[in-house]
């Protein structure tokens, strides 16, 4: 099972401000995902995070707003730009990569509050 | 389009009880994987199992069980002698046999197992 950590564990920020949420693993894999989790909900997939290239964004979700990086194969980061109280959730990573068991595991995740 | 759905929004149970944690699925793959994921108040998303689409055996672990029908396209949770530790929020997600792999979750479950 590949362990995986984020920075920060949790954050309060003003709003209009920017926070990059770092998320490392321990070992190579071939996908890394960003998911939301607003308070009391489930979870929302952001984007799929390419090595190499930029990311796959889903339905709702923009780059501009969430800008994602993808160095190397243990390594991502995303940004929440310009935050206003609506972006106060979980951002939680996950990483996984194609084998035949599928298996995904997820960072702590990052509490992010915007005042 | 894939679709999980946790029709038990809440459950309440009184230690020692079994409970079981209703998930239906909906997606057009023929190959998929099932997953259960645990959050208890910490936040942090625990693995519990993944099952595949043509693996329809059922499982036990320990006071876990899961019992997969494809039929009904459910994939439900049982734990047998709940524990007060057992309280969490129970997730079920769906992922597709595609290369993206990424997570469909369901609305949750709220367990709270009483002493």
């Known amino acids: 099972s590949a362990v995986i950590s984020q920075k920060p564990s949790r954050d309060i920020c003003q709003r209009g401000t920017s926070l990059t949420i770092q998320c490392q693993v321990d070992?190579?894999?071939?996908?890394m995902f960003w998911y939301r989790q607003q308070p009391g909900q489930s979870l929302t997939l952001i984007a799929t995070?390419?090595?190499?290239?930029?990311?796959?964004?889903e339905s709702g979700f923009v780059i501009d707003k969430f800008p994602i990086s993808r160095p190397n194969l243990t390594f991502s980061t995303l940004t929440v730009s310009n935050m206003s109280p609506e972006d106060s959730s979980i951002y939680l990573c996950s990483a996984g990569g194609t084998s035949r068991y599928n298996e995904q595991f997820f960072g702590p995740g990052t509490r992010l509050t915007v005042l | 389009a894939q679709k999980v759905t946790q029709a038990q929004t809440e459950i309440s149970v009184v230690e020692k009880e079994d409970v079981t944690l209703d998930c239906v699925y909906e997606?057009?793959?023929?190959?998929?994987?099932l997953f259960w994921y645990k959050q208890p108040p910490s936040g942090e998303l625990v693995f519990l199992i993944r099952r595949n689409s043509f693996d329809e055996q059922n499982e036990i672990s320990g006071r876990y069980s899961w019992n997969f029908q494809k039929s009904t396209s459910s994939f439900n949770f049982t734990i047998t002698a709940s524990q007060v530790v057992d309280s969490a929020v129970y997730f079920c997600a769906l992922s597709g046999s595609g290369s993206a792999r990424q997570l469909t979750f369901g609305s949750g479950t709220q367990l709270t197992v009483l002493p």
């Open positions: 995070a390419n090595q190499g290239s930029e990311a796959t964004y």
């Open positions: 997606t057009r793959d023929t190959t998929y994987y």
């Open positions: 070992s190579q894999v071939t996908m």
